[in-house]
């Protein structure tokens, strides 16, 4: 079946601009997950969500950033007013009710010029 | 503090070779440990994973060693190939927490 997916894969803004990215996770998966990913770095975790339940926003950088999921499913990640420091490769993954396994889209890559 | 530890940074090894790579954590509640492989402009793709209950795992050419009383696991590429350049993350998670705790990377290059 089809993986993760996100939309836009690349990105290319002036700083200040606010920016939507676009995931939509495995269908029946419940869990889902943004991380970030710095030119040459580990993945920096953003925020969870769990079919219902308050998402776990704690990696988020600031208040700039929020995201939402609508349905249980498509998830947007919005940054406003954004820095060059917000520049990386934005990853989504998705996780099946009660598996660890994670499936990552293959990202969007934002450029803040 | 960084719960994961991951070594080293690069590895280069001849093809046949096999490359092993290290990660350290902290937090004993950690109960899976995944490595993932990641491809230039490509997310990360999950490779192997394990519970702490087994001291060893094998999927085909790749390996994970378990050490729970050292609170270390490792990746082991046998027969590596150029095909296997790529970076690789070790990232553990418990069941009570609601992230993935992933290592810095390891770029592997396997040299023909």
């Known amino acids: 079946g089809a993986g993760v997916s996100q939309s836009p894969s690349n990105k290319v803004t002036e700083k200040g601009k606010d920016v939507e990215l676009r995931c939509d996770p495995i269908s029946g998966h419940t869990a889902l997950y943004w991380y970030r990913q710095s030119l040459g770095q580990g993945l920096e975790f953003l925020i969870y969500f769990q079919g219902n339940s308050a998402p776990d926003k704690s990696g988020l950088p600031s208040d700039r950033f929020s995201a939402e999921r609508t349905g249980g499913s498509v998830s947007t990640l919005t940054i406003q007013r954004t820095q060059q420091e917000d520049s990386a490769v934005y990853l989504c993954?998705?996780?099946?009710?009660?598996?660890?396994?994670?499936?990552f889209g293959p990202g969007t890559r934002l450029t803040v010029t | 503090q960084q719960q994961v530890k991951q070594s080293p940074q690069s590895l280069i090894v001849q093809k046949g070779g096999i490359p092993i790579i290290n990660c350290a954590y902290e937090n004993t509640a950690f109960d899976y440990f995944p490595w993932y492989q990641q491809f230039p402009g490509k997310g990360p793709a999950l490779l192997i994973a394990?519970?702490?209950?087994?001291s060893e795992k094998k999927e085909g050419r790749f390996t994970i060693s378990f050490n729970k009383s050292a609170k270390q696991f490792s990746l082991h590429i046998m027969d590596s190939q150029p095909g296997d350049s790529a970076t690789y993350f070790c990232?553990?998670?418990?069941?009570?927490?609601?992230?993935?705790?992933f290592g810095s990377g390891t770029k592997l290059n396997v040299k023909p």
């Open positions: 990232a553990a998670r418990g069941y009570n927490f609601n992230k993935f705790y």
């Open positions: 394990i519970r702490p209950d087994v």
């Open positions: 993954a998705s996780s099946g009710q009660g598996s660890y396994e994670q499936y």
